[in-house]
Each structure stands twice: as C-alpha cells, then as structure tokens.
C-alpha cells in the first residue's frame, strides 16, 4: 500500500518561498514517476511538475516554470517542490502524486496514489 504524506505548505508573502516534501511509504517509489498538483478554490486540479524515476527528466507547467523546482530524494522516499517568487496566483491546496510507471506526465488520470494535499497561501 502507498501513502503519500505532504507537508511544507503554510502561509507566505507575495515574493517569497516555500519549499513541499512529500514522503512516500512502500517499494514504489524510486521506479515511479512523481508529480506535483495544485487546486485553487473553485478551480479544477491542475499539473504543476512531474519527475521521473531517476530525476533525470523534469517537466513544468508554463505558469510556474523558472519559479518552481521539483526534485527527489530516492534514498529517502521523497519527492520535493522548491517553489519561489510565489504570487498570490500560486494559492492553492498542493498535492503529490505517485503514477504507475516511471516516465514523467503531466496528465492526473495517469497518477495512481495522491497524498492528503498541504495548503499554500500566498499574501500581496
């Protein structure tokens, strides 16, 4: 069984950072594919970057590449999210997910396991 257990999110300035983890329970993880989703109020979900199982492709959405980095660390069952110059735009509930099988998408139906989200609030 998967869990996916995010955390990092709270409240920031408009300007600022914040940096998501996301722990991974079960022998999944380091030939997975890892993804980082956001949903805003009112809005669907919707991508925001995605890494293979090596960590050597990485993929972004348009609206938060160059602000955004995403990473893992195998060793440690942990995909991460370096997000800088937030705006308050980038305000949402922030989600990781887990796909089935190890190269990177940017589709939601294609990740099998998500975690429980971390609120990202970003002020002006």
């Known amino acids: 069984q998967v869990q996916l257990v995010e955390s990092g999110g709270g409240l920031v300035q408009a300007g600022g950072s914040l940096r998501l983890s996301c722990a991974a329970s079960?022998?999944?993880?380091?030939?997975?594919?890892m993804g980082w989703f956001r949903q805003a109020p009112g809005k669907e979900r919707e991508f925001v970057a995605a890494?293979?199982?090596?960590?050597?492709?990485?993929y972004y959405a348009d609206s938060v590449k160059g602000r955004f980095t995403i990473s893992r660390d195998n060793a440690k069952n942990t995909v991460y999210l370096q997000m800088n110059s937030l705006t308050p735009e980038d305000t949402a509930v922030y989600y990781c997910?887990?796909?089935?099988?190890?190269?990177?998408?940017?589709?939601?139906?294609?990740?099998?396991?998500w975690g429980q989200g971390t609120q990202v609030t970003v002020s002006s």
């Open positions: 079960g022998r999944t993880f380091s030939s997975a594919a």
């Open positions: 997910g887990e796909r089935q099988g190890a190269a990177i998408a940017a589709t939601e139906s294609l990740y099998a396991y």
């Open positions: 890494i293979s199982w090596s960590g050597g492709s990485t």
